[in-house]
Nanobody
Framework: QVQLVESGGGLVQAGDSLRLSCAFSGETFSSYAVGWFRQAPGKEREFVGTIDRSGSVTYYAESVKDRFTLSRDNAKSTVYLQMTSLKPEDTAVYYC?????????????????WGQGTQVTVSS
């Protein structure tokens, strides 16, 4: 059974950096593309970025493009979300999710497995 565990969240100040990790287990990690989403209180879940199965293709939401970077280590079954120049509006619970195919999709419903989330709070 696929399991995802996010870690690395915390409280930081505006302008700081933070790296989130998503540890995968249960099946062959390289068979899955990974997406990151976030959800702020009172708001819908929002797409952040996605990385394909090989790690060679990434796609980001405009709101985080040029500030956030996705990478993956298939040998460690882990995906990383490096976040820089953080802003208060980046405050949210961040979730990783996986799907079996590589097509770029920003829809949460296209991802079959989800982690429990990790809180990121950016103070001004």
């Amino acid at each position: 059974q696929v399991q995802l565990v996010e870690s690395g969240g915390g409280l930081v100040q505006a302008g700081d950096s933070l790296r989130l990790s998503c540890a995968f287990s249960g099946e062959t990690f390289s068979s899955y593309a990974v997406g990151w989403f976030r959800q702020a209180p009172g708001k819908e879940r929002e797409f952040v970025g996605t990385i394909d199965r090989s790690g060679s293709v990434t796609y980001y939401a405009e709101s985080v493009k040029d500030r956030f970077t996705l990478s993956r280590d298939n040998a460690k079954s882990t995906v990383y979300l490096q976040m820089t120049s953080l802003k208060p509006e980046d405050t949210a619970v961040y979730y990783c999710a996986v799907k079996r195919y590589d097509s770029i999709t920003v829809r949460p419903d296209d991802y079959g497995y989800w982690g429990q989330g990790t809180q990121v709070t950016v103070s001004s």
